[in-house]
């Protein structure tokens, strides 16, 4: 079982990127999928998250971010558009396996992987 983060890099304020996060050994139709990220001495937290039962989003990415998922090609998506500074910090895409009250609890996934270093600078 092993998630793959790519896509990020260095982009300027206001600019966009595409995450993409590659599952392998399990299918996507059977677990949810989050992203969540951490910058320099802050924790980790929850981006965005897709099931089958919908789409949630952090207030603070809601309207700029949009995550997706491509079942045939098992792979999860996260589109980050009119980025910020504040966006800076390594991205993680994790399988949930624990269904905590909270879609964004930390310790509900695995596989958390090396992450995506997104860096948002002029």
């Known amino acids: 079982v092993q998630l793959q983060a790519s896509g990020g890099g260095l982009v300027q304020p206001g600019g966009s990127l595409r995450l993409s996060c590659a599952a392998s050994g399990f299918s996507l139709d059977r677990y949810a999928i989050g992203w969540f990220r951490q910058a320099p001495g802050k924790e980790r937290e929850g981006v965005s998250y897709i099931s089958t039962g919908g789409t949630y989003y952090a207030n603070s990415v809601k309207d700029r971010f949009t995550i997706s998922r491509d079942t045939v090609k098992n792979t999860v998506y996260l589109q980050m558009n009119s980025l910020k500074p504040e966006d800076t910090a390594v991205y993680f895409c994790?399988?949930?396996?624990?269904?905590?009250?909270?879609?964004?609890?930390?310790?509900?996934?695995?596989?958390w992987g090396q992450g995506t270093q997104v860096t948002v600078s002029s």
């Open positions: 994790v399988r949930r396996i624990g269904y905590g009250r909270l879609w964004d609890t930390v310790a509900d996934y695995d596989n």
